[in-house]
């Protein structure tokens, strides 16, 4: 059993509501678990939660789909949600259908609210920095419906921290590993700036923020979940390629159609005290892929 850390708040008796209980979602409430929350986790299927969950079957797509939940009382929600599907409709259903249902039944108010949200809201494409005051003019659904529903959060009133997401990357999720492996990579010619932020430490910064509400800090409404090493795609591929033994240039390469391509700035993260465990992509895709990332 995983002891509780003596330097962070006993959560014990503290209630969270985990609405889209995917793979952030029950990496944060394994997290809590084991300081002493009491954990629910919402979602079509609960079936396949850890133990010590207390799974509810709902689906904030659906006016009526949080019955389960409405009527309790929570010190914490976190909003993880997923469409179904890479459209207008899925994005318009799970994002801003979804905040406005589970706003609705979340009756008592909730003490705190956290929604995972994207950097995909933010439209810049020169390659250079953004940060939590940068402009957001999203011209892709995603961005657009993403953004619609921090609106309707922030409108709610209630307590919040909206944490715009780079690239999630880490265990199950090595897109990239995959792609140098079958032979492909964008090209050197192509100045397209990735952001990424490994998913423990998207875990890890989420139970920082209800560490520091349990404290009492004073939150920014708005942080970016982002390492501390912006990089072009080609670089990433690149040194991929070396790790697995591959010549760099010998790969296919070509255009990545539907990226923007900017740097994002994690000051204001990392001001929180929060420190990295994957700062950089080296770091983590060197633990991906069993090399030191140092070599």
Same mark, same amino acid.
């Given at each position: 059993? #995983? /002891?509780?850390?003596?330097?962070?708040?006993?959560? *014990?008796?503290?209630?969270?509501?985990?609405?889209?209980?995917?793979?952030?979602?029950?990496?944060?409430?394994?997290?809590?678990? %084991? /300081?002493?929350?009491?954990?629910?986790?919402?979602?079509?299927?609960?079936?396949?939660?850890?133990?010590? =969950?207390?799974?509810?079957?709902?689906?904030?797509?659906?006016?009526?789909?949080? %019955?389960?939940?409405?009527? @309790?009382?929570?010190?914490?929600?976190?909003?993880? =949600?997923?469409?179904?599907?890479? #459209?207008? %409709?899925?994005?318009?259903?799970?994002?801003?259908?979804?905040?406005?249902?589970?706003?609705?039944?979340?009756?008592?108010?909730?003490?705190?609210?956290?929604?995972?949200?994207?950097?995909?809201?933010?439209?810049?494409? $020169?390659?250079?920095?953004?940060?939590?005051?940068?402009?957001?003019?999203? #011209?892709?659904?995603?961005?657009?419906? *993403?953004?619609?529903?921090?609106?309707?959060?922030?409108?709610?009133?209630?307590?919040?921290?909206?944490?715009?997401?780079?690239?999630?990357?880490?265990?199950?999720? #090595?897109?990239?590993?995959?792609?140098?492996?079958?032979?492909?990579?964008?090209?050197?010619?192509?100045?397209?700036?990735?952001?990424?932020?490994? /998913?423990? $430490?998207?875990?890890? =910064?989420?139970?920082?923020?209800?560490?520091?509400?349990? @404290?009492?800090?004073?939150?920014?409404?708005?942080?970016?979940?982002?390492?501390?090493?912006?990089?072009?795609?080609?670089?990433? @591929?690149?040194?991929?390629?070396?790790?697995?033994?591959?010549?760099?240039?010998?790969?296919?390469?070509?255009?990545?159609?539907?990226?923007?391509?900017?740097?994002?700035?994690?000051?204001?993260?990392? %001001? *929180?005290?929060?420190?990295?465990?994957?700062? $950089?992509?080296?770091?983590?895709?060197?633990?991906?892929?069993?090399?030191?990332?140092?070599?």
């Amino acid at each position: 059993m #995983t /002891r509780p850390d003596p330097a962070r708040p006993d959560l *014990t008796g503290r209630r969270v509501l985990l609405v889209g209980c995917g793979d952030i979602g029950t990496g944060l409430g394994e997290t809590l678990l %084991a /300081r002493g929350a009491a954990v629910w986790g919402l979602r079509r299927d609960p079936a396949g939660l850890p133990a010590g =969950f207390h799974g509810v079957a709902g689906d904030f797509t659906r006016p009526d789909g949080l %019955a389960a939940v409405a009527g @309790q009382a929570f010190d914490h929600v976190v909003l993880t =949600f997923t469409p179904a599907g890479y #459209t207008d %409709a899925a994005y318009a259903a799970a994002y801003v259908d979804g905040m406005r249902h589970v706003l609705a039944a979340l009756d008592p108010a909730p003490g705190h609210v956290i929604l995972v949200s994207s950097t995909s809201v933010y439209h810049q494409d $020169d390659c250079g920095w953004v940060d939590e005051r940068s402009a957001t003019e999203p #011209t892709h659904f995603a961005g657009r419906r *993403t953004l619609e529903a921090e609106a309707v959060l922030r409108d709610s009133g209630l307590p919040h921290v909206i944490a715009r997401f780079a690239g999630i990357y880490g265990p199950g999720r #090595t897109r990239l590993i995959d792609q140098v492996r079958a032979g492909h990579a964008c090209g050197p010619e192509e100045r397209l700036y990735v952001n990424r932020i490994h /998913r423990a $430490d998207g875990v890890g =910064f989420l139970a920082h923020l209800i560490d520091l509400r349990e @404290q009492g800090a004073d939150l920014d409404d708005l942080y970016l979940v982002t390492d501390s090493y912006p990089v072009t795609m080609w670089d990433v @591929q690149s040194w991929i390629a070396s790790k697995l033994g591959l010549d760099p240039f010998a790969l296919k390469t070509g255009p990545v159609p539907g990226r923007t391509s900017k740097r994002c700035r994690n000051a204001r993260m990392r %001001a *929180t005290g929060y420190e990295l465990r994957y700062p $950089d992509y080296m770091a983590g895709y060197g633990e991906l892929l069993g090399t030191d990332a140092s070599a």
